[in-house]
C-alpha cells in the first residue's frame, strides 16, 4: 500500500534502524552542526577568543570568516529600533525634578494649554484639547444602534479618606432615564441608564473621537435647523477614515446633549469637592480653607477662590460682593511692587442652586463661611474642572 504524501516524513513509518541513526548522532558531527550556526566566527586556536561579526549598514552586509553575507533584518539593529520606535510606553510621571516641574504642575492653566491640540470641525480652529468636548460612539446594549456620548465625562466612585487618594475605575451610573435623537432628528425611544453610554462596556466603544468646542450655546444649536451647526454630529468624523463616516453620520444624537453634559460636568466638580472635604475632615488635610473676608486672600492666594453668597445669619442690609462670569481679584503683593490675581468662581451661578445646597449640607468645611479657597497641589484636577464649566456656561453671542 502507497503511504500517504502527508506522513512520509512521520517517526511512525521509520524502521527502528533509522531512529536509532538518528537519535545516537556521534557528539562531533552535532557540535560542528551548531557552531557553523554560531553567531561568532570561529577561530582557528581555541584559545583565542573569537571575533565579533562586523556589520555594515550601508551595504547591508555582514562580515564573517567565510566572506561578506547579506545582512538579515532579524540582525540589523537599526530595524529593531525603527519597528519598537512608538512602542515603547509612556513613563509615569514621578515626582517632580526641579522648581519649573513642581510649579507646573500646581498651575491648572498651564496644565491646561499643555493639552494634545485637536482640530473642531464646526469653528474650523486648532485649541488644545481642554477647550474641546470629546465625543465617542458607544453600541446602544440592546438595539446595537451607535450613539454619540460624552465619553469623558463618565463618572467615578471616588475612594474614601482611608483608601489611597487616586480614584478607582469604577463607573457611575445615571438615575434617569433620557431620550435621545437620531441623526435626521427623529425622536429615539427611551433608553436605560446603560444606554447613555456613561457607562461603556468592555469592546462596545469604537471609531476616533470627535471633537467640539466645550460651549452649552453651541452644542444647543446641533438640533436647531435655523442654525448653521444644525446636524453638525453627522461632521464629527470628517477628517477620519472613510469607514467610520457613515456609522457617525447615522449615529443617535441625544436631544438634551446640552444639559447632560453640564449636569455631568456639575456631579464631577461636586464628587471632587466632597471627597477634598472628607480629607480635610477626617485626614487632617487642608485642601479647602476658609477665608474670612476678601482681604484674607492675599495672605493665601494659593489657587481658586469658591463664593457661595451669603453667609447663613447675615444681615441682608450688608452690600454683598457677588462675583461675575471669569471674575478675579486683584491685589498687590511684595509691596505694592507686583500685583496678583486668582480666580473667582460663583459656585450658585456654576453649580445652580441644587448643587450649591448640596455641598453646603454635605460638606462639613462649608458649614461656616461663604468665602474659601482651594490650596495644593491635589486641588489642580478641581480647578480645572470649574474653569471649563465657566468656558461651557458661557454665552458665545455676548462676548
Known amino acids: ?43 582557528a586556536d581555541d584559545q583565542t577568543p573569537a571575533a565579533p561579526f562586523h556589520i555594515d549598514h550601508e551595504s547591508k552586509t555582514i562580515k564573517t570568516a567565510v566572506g561578506d553575507l547579506p545582512l538579515s533584518p532579524v540582525m540589523d539593529p537599526t530595524f529593531w529600533e525603527a519597528r519598537d520606535r512608538f512602542k515603547k510606553m509612556k513613563p509615569k510621571p514621578g515626582k517632580p525634578q526641579n522648581v519649573f516641574e513642581r510649579e507646573f504642575r500646581k498651575n491648572p492653566f498651564a496644565q491646561a494649554l499643555a493639552t494634545p491640540v485637536r482640530h473642531d470641525m464646526t469653528t474650523q480652529t486648532r485649541l488644545p484639547s481642554f477647550f474641546f468636548q470629546d465625543f465617542k460612539l458607544i453600541t446602544h446594549p440592546e438595539t446595537g444602534k451607535p450613539w454619540w456620548v460624552p465619553r469623558s465625562l463618565a463618572l467615578h466612585e471616588p475612594p474614601t479618606a482611608t483608601e489611597s487618594p487616586e480614584y478607582s475605575e469604577n463607573m457611575g451610573e445615571p438615575a434617569e432615564e433620557d431620550t435621545g435623537v437620531t441623526g435626521s432628528g427623529d425622536v429615539a425611544p427611551k433608553a436605560t441608564a446603560a444606554a447613555t453610554g456613561l457607562i461603556p462596556k468592555p469592546g462596545s466603544a469604537f471609531a476616533p ?13 446641533v438640533l436647531d435647523r435655523k442654525s ?49 472635604s472628607q480629607m480635610c475632615e477626617t485626614a487632617n488635610r487642608y485642601y479647602i480653607v476658609r477665608c474670612f473676608g476678601w482681604d484674607d486672600i492675599k495672605f493665601k492666594h494659593r489657587g481658586a477662590v469658591l463664593w457661595f453668597g451669603r453667609e447663613a445669619g ?21 509691596g505694592g511692587a507686583a500685583k496678583t490675581s486668582v480666580l473667582v468662581h460663583n459656585m450658585p451661578m456654576l453649580l445652580g442652586d441644587q448643587y450649591s445646597e448640596q455641598l453646603r449640607r454635605e460638606a462639613g468645611v462649608f458649614k461656616e463661611g461663604s468665602l474659601f479657597m482651594l490650596a495644593g497641589r491635589r486641588t489642580t484636577d478641581l480647578q480645572l474642572m470649574l474653569w471649563k464649566l465657566q468656558g461651557y456656561l458661557s454665552d458665545s453671542s455676548k462676548s
Not at 240 to 250: A, D, F, L, N, Q
Not at 316 to 334: C, L, Q
Open 1 to 43: 500500500m502507497r503511504p500517504c504524501a502527508a506522513l512520509r516524513g512521520s517517526t511512525a513509518i521509520h524502521s527502528p534502524s533509522r531512529i536509532l541513526r538518528t537519535q545516537w548522532q556521534p557528539y562531533s558531527s552535532r557540535a560542528e552542526a551548531s557552531q557553523q550556526a554560531s553567531p561568532v566566527a570561529t577561530a
Open 209 to 221: 473621537s470627535g471633537y467640539v468646542l466645550a460651549r452649552q450655546d453651541l452644542i444647543k444649536s
Open 228 to 276: 448653521r451647526n444644525f446636524n453638525l454630529h453627522r461632521r464629527l468624523l470628517a477628517q477620519t477614515s472613510t469607514r467610520h463616516k457613515p456609522v457617525g453620520g447615522t449615529a443617535v444624537w441625544r436631544e438634551d446633549m446640552d444639559t447632560l453634559i453640564l449636569d455631568q460636568m456639575r456631579q464631577q466638580i461636586v464628587q471632587n469637592v466632597l471627597y477634598l
Open 314 to 334: 447675615e444681615e441682608t442690609g450688608n452690600d454683598v460682593v457677588k462675583p461675575g462670569r471669569f471674575a478675579t481679584y486683584d491685589f498687590e503683593t511684595s
